[in-house]
């Protein structure tokens, strides 16, 4: 029968479409379902990501710093610019047509690797049935050998902040500002919140970020989240710490915000406020209950090493099932899973998941923090390689940022990377793969790099490690 598949995949993001894509390429009949509806009324698969995530975020981190640097740093290279200004409405523009573009492209790869992809909801029915509703809503019942959940994640809203898309915004909305607000304010400063800040920050907004937490980025070495929280405070984002919100309010086109901060009550009104703490699990609707998929105390849907659920035939990936929610992740599960159900052997190495944060300077680590390393009980050696040594960022005028190296002392094993500079993000790959490979410091110096080359760098932070750098002045190991 025509609706009769190996592989069904509900949710066409990036854990979801590769799965399809790869399922597909491995010889099993796969369909992709996916629900996704642009602000226009367009289906497109690719999920948040393409959508309302990564993607959109990118550009417009890469648009609005590109205008920071003109402004800022244009003059220095003896560059007589004049005044430049932002033109919104086509920044905006550009940022829909890359979307757009990349989410056309999922649909010529599933034609291309002979996937059905379909717009619509997916449900499950049990006995390996999903019911698919399409956007016009007509509806077909499928059968799948395997069923595998790609529903994803939404953000989480605060019942003291409710979202009205006005005034008071999600990560989606904060994507879609028509004009720059003259003040923001952000609840969290996460990723989404430090990402989006720098934007509209960049572009003229006065942002205040007001953060629960007493420490900035708790998942970065120490040393690193304080450098890039001085940089970033350096531009101009003001962001707070230890600051408990307890109401937002949208009155008279502004919403005032009241919080506690060391011990203080304290009040901001802002033009815009952004609501960025965190996503959550998304399975509304799938049928969860009926077919009795567990789910944890939070939501996520529970699978074992390779990705079955408790319910035999069903299988999921990427948000929906917690750990880092990021789009690589999703990626390789999505991947891994196809290649599993063919017989394959692949896993994924949830020791190192490359995290980057597109502010200027980026963020980036992979692996241990020092912090964490010796938490676990490692002897550890360190090295920290400044980019105000290195020559490439001398000259890209962007030598702001350090790189610093987490190694075993016994064993010379690099157990992470945390670094603070200009395109860590790129810089970033050498260390993952030296994780992959269980990579020494003995390794990586013995390891020509580039001049003049930001990559330097890294090998300068490895030097660093055991004292033997040649352009630093060598610090006795701690
Ligand atoms: P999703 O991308 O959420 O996709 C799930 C899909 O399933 C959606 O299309 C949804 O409509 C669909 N769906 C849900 N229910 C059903 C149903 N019943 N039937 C059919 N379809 C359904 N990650 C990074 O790695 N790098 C970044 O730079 C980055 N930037 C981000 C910026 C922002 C502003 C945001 C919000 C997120 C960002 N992320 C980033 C996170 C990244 O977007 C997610 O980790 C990733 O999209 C998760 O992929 P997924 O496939 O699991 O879920
Ligand atoms: P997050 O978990 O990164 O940060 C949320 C922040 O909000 C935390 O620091 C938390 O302490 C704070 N917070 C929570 N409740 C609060 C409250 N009531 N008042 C003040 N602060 C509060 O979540 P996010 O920034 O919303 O991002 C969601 C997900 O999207 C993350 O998992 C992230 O990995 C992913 N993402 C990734 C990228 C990237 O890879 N570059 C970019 C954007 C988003």
Known sequence: MSNEYDVVVIGGGPA???????????????ACIDAWVNKDDTPAFGGTCLNAGCIPSKALLESSELLHRMQHEASAHGIV????????AKMQARKDAISKQLTGGIKQLFAANKVT?????GKLLGDGQVEFTAH????EVLKGKYIVIATGSEPVNLKIAPIDNQNIVDSWGALDFTEVPGTLGIIGAGVIGVELGSVWSRLGAKTVILEAMSEFLPMVDRQIAKEAQRHLSKQGL???????????????????????????????TFDKLIVAVGRRPFTQGLGVETVGVALDERGFVKVDDHYKTNVQGIYAIGDVIGGAMLAHKGIEEGVALAEQLAGHHTQVNYNAIPSVVYTAPEIAWVGLS????KAKGYEVKTGTGPFAANGRAKAMEQAAGSIKVIADVKTDRILGVHM???????????????LEFAATCEDIALTMHGHPSLSENFHEAVLLVDGRAVHAVNKPRK
């Open 16 to 30: 979801g479409y590769p799965c399809a894509i790869r399922a597909a390429q491995l010889g099993f009949k796969t």
């Open 136 to 139: 016009d809503g007509k509806t």
């Open 370 to 373: 020092e912090e964490q390393a």
């Open 420 to 434: 603070v500079g200009p395109y860590v993000s790129e810089l970033l790959a050498e260390a993952v793969l030296g």
């Open 117 to 121: 992809g379909l717009q619509g909801k």
């Open 238 to 268: 003001d962001i707070r710490l230890g600051a408990k919100v307890s109401t937002a309010k949208a009155e008279g086109g502004k919403v005032k915000v009241d919080f506690e901060m060391g011990g203080q009550a304290k009040s901001e």
């Open 81 to 88: 610019s004049g005044d430049v200004a932002i033109d919104v």
